[in-house]
Structure formats: C-alpha cells, structure tokens
C-alpha cells in the first residue's frame, strides 16, 4: 500500500501503492507513517522522497471511506503535520494526479516537483466535503486567500504550470519527476526546513479580505443554490486569517465532520460512483465500451428552431461547421465537433437536436437544450477514443431512447392532475419552486420549449383527442383512467408554446425567451374547475411534492423491474444529467432510498386509493417488493428483487 525503500546518498523513497489512482485508504495510511517512521528513526537518512507507483501520486483519500466510521477523522490530518514538522526534509515528486488528500500531502512536503502534465487541486467541494486534511488552513497560507477560495469552493483541478505560477509547486519538469525529486532531494540534504514548513507562515495579507470574503460568498450562493459544500469551504478558509494554525485545523475539522455527515455528501459520493458504474454498461451479449469499435462519423446536422441565428452568433462557429461535416474518416475542426450543451434545464435558451450519422448509416440523436451564458463545449472524437461522445452514456433498449421522456409524461401527468385541484396554479409553482422539486418547473417549460402541439399530434394520434375522439367520451375520462385535457385545450386556443409567444407561460414575443405567469391560465383554470365542478381545495406542499415525485420514482421502479434500466444508478444518471436533478439529491432512485421504500409504497398505496383513476399513483410490483425487505440498501436492490430479464 506505501512501499518503503532506502536509496543510494542517504535519501528514502515511500512510494504510495494503491491501484487505480493511490487513493488514501487507511492501509495506505498507516504504510505512509510507517516509512515516515523507518526514515526517521535510520540516521543514516538525510532525505525522504514520496511519490506514487504507477505515474500516479495519488487522487485524494479512498471515496469509499466516507460512509465508514474512519470518516469523520482520517488521520490524515495529522500526518501531514508530522511531515512538516520533520527535522529530515520531505520531498514530493508528483506525476499524473495530486488531488485532494493527494495535493494536501504534498503540502505537507516541504519541497513539491511535479511533471508538467499533473493534475492539481481540491476536487472536495464537488463531493460534497471540503480538504480537511489541513487543505483549507495550508492553500491560503501559500498562495493567498483569492486564488486558494477560487480553487477550494470551485474544485476546479489545474495543470501543473498553472500550480507552479500560483506557487504550489516548486518546480515543474518535462522528464521523469521521481528522478528529478532525487536529484534534487540530495542537493537540500542540509538545508533549513523552517521556512518551508507552511503551518509556520501567516496567511499574506490583504487590505479588503472581508469585501473578498462577502464577494465570494455571494458567487457560490448564486453559482450554487442549495449546496452546502461551497459556503462551509469557505468558512473553513476564514478560520486561517482569524486564528492561529492550531485553532484553524480545529475549526476545518468541525466543519469536515459536518460535511462529511451530511446528507449532501453522501448524495454527491453516490453520483461520482454512479456515473462512473453507468460507464461500465454492457449488453447480456456482452458488448461494452471496451468492445465496441469506433464508427467513423459520416454526417452531423444540426436541427432546432432557432438554427439559423444561433449559427449567426460568431462564437459558435463550431456548430455551423457541424452542419458541414460529411466526409468519412476526414477529421472534423481538429477533433471536434460539437458545442452544444448537457441536458441540463436550467436558463434554457434554446432546444436542438443534434443528428449524427456513422459511417455505416447508423444515426444518433441527441436532444439538446443549450444554456445561455452557460454554454458548454462537449466532444465528439471520431477515431482517438473508445467513446463516442464523452458525456453520460446510458444505455436503453431500442426504442427506449425516449426513457427520459417517458419520466417527463409522467410527471407531467402528476403535476397535472394535482394542478387542477389546487386553488391557484401558482400555489403548485410556488411550492416547487422552493425545492428538489424544481424540476417538476421545468416540465412546463420544457414543454413551452419543445411545443405543446407536438404532444397534442401524439394524442390525437392515439386518439385520445381530436376527430378520431368518439363522440359522448367524457372530458376528464378516456376509459377508466383520467384524463386532463388541459394541454389539449391551450393547444386548441393557439397557445403552442414559446413559438407562439404562449403556452404554460406568456412570452415577451413569439419565439421569445422571457417568460412570465400568465393570468390567463389562472383565470382559464378558474372557468375549468367551474365547468367541471372541480372543489378547490388547499393540498398540501407534502401532497404535491409527494403526488409528483413518488409517482416518478414509482415509474422508475416499474422500467427497472421490466429491465429497461440496466440499474437504479443509470436511472440517477439520467436524472442528474438529463434533467438537471439537483446533484446534492442524488437522483430520484437516491433520494427514495433516503425516504424509504416503505414510506414510498404507503404514500403511492394512500393517493392511489384516494385517486383510483391515476395509474401512475398504483404501486409497481418491484417497489412492493423491494419494500418488503424493508429499507435496503440501493446496491443491493437488484439482487433483492430477482434480475428481470434485460431487455438490452
Ligand atoms: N477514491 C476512491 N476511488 C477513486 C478515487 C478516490 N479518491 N478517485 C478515483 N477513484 C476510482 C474510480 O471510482 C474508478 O474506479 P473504477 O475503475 O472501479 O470505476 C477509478 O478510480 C478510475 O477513476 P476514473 O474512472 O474517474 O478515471 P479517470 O482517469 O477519468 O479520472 C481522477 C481519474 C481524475 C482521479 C478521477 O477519478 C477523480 O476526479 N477522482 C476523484 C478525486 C477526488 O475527488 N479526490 C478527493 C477525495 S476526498 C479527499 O481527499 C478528502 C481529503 O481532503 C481529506
């Protein structure tokens, strides 16, 4: 786990040994103090090198510890003051990574050497802790506090030029940095450690420190609504300009153990795993991402409503390229093709989707909704990677493409259906506006997005509204289930959406992006609950979240018991990344593990026997019967309910 070795000119080497990445375990742990200690106590060594096996230094502590008991105190911590406080010097030679615990180690070096294609920083903050290994109280000490908070609330990992000019580094080397770290190890053998030890330096000053602070406070509230993580962060660097070190370290210690217990962090713990297990698909044929071989790209097109503006905007050359790809094999803007953007609804300013055809004739469809300001550049790397498009991959059956918007039809319909009872609709809005639930907003605008007329084609269709209706079909009926012919009728009225300037919202114009409550609709859903003898009445904020969510991860139940979703970790994926699902909540699989199956099941049993006519509120088989094992936990799931058979 940390090898230790005794090298020529007095020096020792305590190499960190934990495949994949050197992850701080407590074995690798206690194999670090051990050689810390060997070093310490053979006379005949002057120096120590610490580095990583593997040209890896090392990518912070072992995730996995943080639902263990070793969770609230590592004891990294104090490692890295017994390395600073060492008479023997200590110097790190950093390859690959430094991350988190790993860059915290090598703060407590007293000498840092990396090669020039490290990564470094503090990627704490995005699982929901903070470096509490003495990171908040050491970064600012050695590099100030604007740049440490940039990095520390950010999470943001930088190359090892960048490190260097902030002054992390020491020395940055295009060659092997093990062998640097030696050489350079013999040249200090006698050197003063004092003013390397960081815990001994006073945090550089700055005239308007509490401007900065209130600055950056406001930035992560803003950047990151609903987030712990960011505002304790920086707390935790505070507490380096208002005490000495040995209050700091405490002060960062308590504010770890709050982090590291909160519901938060294991949310964000969960969705690193999750995305990491939704990589690893393969089919009951066994295709995977290490079998399937690259298809050069033969076509990408560009389809959305407002292409031609869009493709106006001088910064955004690289999508009117993408519309004129078409040679196969020939490299597309180097390797790069497409800017659009993650499915992610927030400031949604525009809907696209992208089509790419391979060469042999396959196509792929992406729906993209593109962020304003926010606008992220994805890439589609046609014969240098083993993946198509690095972004979240979900695999679903053919035909399944559209598992997303089989989520969005139904808490479409829960929202809906509880939108008409209540007594204004923006009591519903209002009400989830405030939460998780935020997301549930989006459908309506999503759905103004995309044009409320496609959904209306569909149904009439199916014929469930339109000519092809039978004459005498009840209004709110279609058979035994209830219907809400409200979207039918907005459509009906002309209100499609954003193209026409109004739908769910009114628009500043048609096509307009600026939207508002419409009084129209309160008023129409006034007339609505009239014609229908609808009692209005005051539901709860606990029902509507309920009704609406639970309904949701009912269905998600339902796909995962049919083996349509590979696992409940895809389904979160999907969430977190197709439908901006508030990351710090995990997913709506997470999240019912959090409720509780039998919670879920007795609220679903509840609403479904006050509202027979809401299939979607009617328990699935598979909740029932996860829910009989009580509360277990999601990765054991699958194995509880029986494996369906896959329909991959
Ligand atoms: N702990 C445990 N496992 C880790 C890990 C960690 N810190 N970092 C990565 N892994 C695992 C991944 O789960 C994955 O495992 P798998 O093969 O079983 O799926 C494997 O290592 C490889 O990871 P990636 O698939 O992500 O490989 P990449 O090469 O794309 O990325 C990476 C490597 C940049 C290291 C990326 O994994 C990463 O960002 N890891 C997280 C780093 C991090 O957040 N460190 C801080 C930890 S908390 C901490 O140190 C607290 C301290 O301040 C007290």
Known sequence: MAEYLRLPHSLALIRIRNPPVNAISPAVLYGIKEGLQKAVSDHTVKAIVISGADGKFCAGVDIHVFSTPWSSDTGLGDLVDEMQRNKKPVVAAIEGMALGGGLELALGSHYRIAHVQTETGFPEVTLGILPGARGTQLLPRLIGIPAALDLITSGRCILAGEAFKLGILDKVVNSDPLEKGIKFARTILDQPLECRRIMNKTVPNVPNMDAIFSEVFAK????????????????????????????????????????????QARALQYAFFAERNANKWSTPSGVSWKTASVRPISLVGVLGKHVGEFLDSPHLHMVRAAIYLVPSGVKFCGKHIAVLAPLILIQVHELFILCVRTGDGNFFFFFFVVLGPELRTYTLSHSTSSQLIEMENILVPRGWGEVVSTFLTISNNGTMNIHVQVLCRHTVFSSLRDSIYVIYIRNFRVSDLAG????????????????????????????????????????????????????????????????????????????????????????SQDEILERCLYALINEAF???????????????????????????????????????????????????????????????????????????????????????????
């Not at 993580?229 to 660097?237: D, G, K, L, S, Y």
Request: charged share 25%; with cysteine.
């Open 452 to 539: 409320l007329d496609v959904g209306w084609k569909g149904r009439k269709g199916q014929g469930l509204t339109g000519p092809a209706l039978p004459p005498g079909t009840p209004a709110r009926k279609r058979g035994n289930i209830r219907y809400c012919p409200i979207p039918d009728i907005l459509c009906e009225s002309g209100r499609f959406g954003q193209k026409t300037g109004k739908g769910w919202y009114q628009y500043d114009k048609p096509l307009g992006r600026i939207h508002k409550p419409d009084p129209w609709l309160s008023k129409f859903l006034s007339q609505y609950r009239e014609t229908y003898h609808i009692e209005p009445r005051v539901i």
């Open 220 to 263: 992560v509230r803003k950047q990151y609504p609903g987030y712990i993580a960011p505002e304790t962060c920086i707390r935790a660097v505070q507490a380096s300009v208002k005490h000495p070190y040995e209050v700091g370290i405490k002060e960062e210690k308590e504010l770890a153990v709050y982090l590291v217990e909160s519901g």
């Open 558 to 648: 339902r796909i995962l018991g049919e083996g349509i979703a590979a696992s409940p970790e895809h389904i979160d994926v999907i969430y977190l990344h197709g439908y901006g699902w508030p990351r710090y909540r995990g997913g709506p699989m997470f999240y019912a593990s959090t409720v509780g199956l039998s919670t879920i099941l007795e609220k679903l049993q509840k609403y479904y026997r006050q509202n027979p006519d809401i299939p979607q509120l009617e328990p699935s088989n598979y909740l029932k019967k996860l829910a009989a094992h009580g509360n277990p936990p999601l990765k054991e799931w699958q194995r509880l309910a029986g494996t369906p058979s896959s329909k991959l």
